[in-house]
C-alpha cells in the first residue's frame, strides 16, 4: 500500500494550494481518507476527512470554510484544496487511509495507513 501526497510549497498568506494524495495497493474506494498535519513541536492533528463515498465530510475548526476535502474514487486519488492559507496552517501535510468507521474518522489511530507527508509553508 503506498499513499503519495504532493502539491505543497511556499506560498504568502491568502493564497492557495491544492494537495493531491495517490493511493495504490488498496481498494481506495473502501477507505475513509483524512488530512493531518504537524507542525515542528506539535503533535499530528486531524485537518479534515471524507467518507468512502464522497457525500460527507469533516473539519477542524481551525480549516472550516477555507479548505475542502474531495476524491476520486475511479482515479484513486484524494484532494485537499486550502484557501485563504495563513502562517499558522504551515505544517507537514499527511493523508491517510482507515477503516470506514464514524466514530474514528478525526483520529490519528482512526487511519492504517499513511502517505510521506508534503510541506506547506506561509509566510506571513
Known amino acids: 500500500v503506498q499513499l503519495q501526497a504532493s502539491g505543497g510549497g511556499l506560498v504568502q498568506a491568502g493564497d492557495s494550494l491544492r494537495l493531491s494524495c495517490a493511493a495504490s495497493g488498496l481498494t481506495f474506494s473502501m477507505y475513509t481518507m483524512g488530512w493531518f498535519r504537524q507542525a515542528p513541536g506539535k503533535e499530528r492533528e486531524f485537518v479534515c476527512s471524507?467518507?468512502?463515498?464522497?457525500?460527507?465530510?469533516f473539519y477542524a475548526d481551525s480549516v472550516k470554510g477555507r479548505f475542502a476535502i474531495s476524491r476520486d474514487n475511479a482515479k484513486n486519488t484524494g484532494y485537499l484544496q486550502m484557501n485563504s492559507l495563513k502562517f499558522e496552517d504551515t505544517a507537514v501535510y499527511y493523508c491517510a487511509a482507515g477503516l470506514p468507521i464514524l466514530s474514528s474518522m478525526r483520529s490519528v489511530d482512526g487511519y492504517r495507513y499513511w502517505g510521506q507527508g508534503t510541506q506547506v509553508t506561509v509566510s506571513s
Open positions: 471524507i467518507r468512502v463515498s464522497g457525500g460527507t465530510a
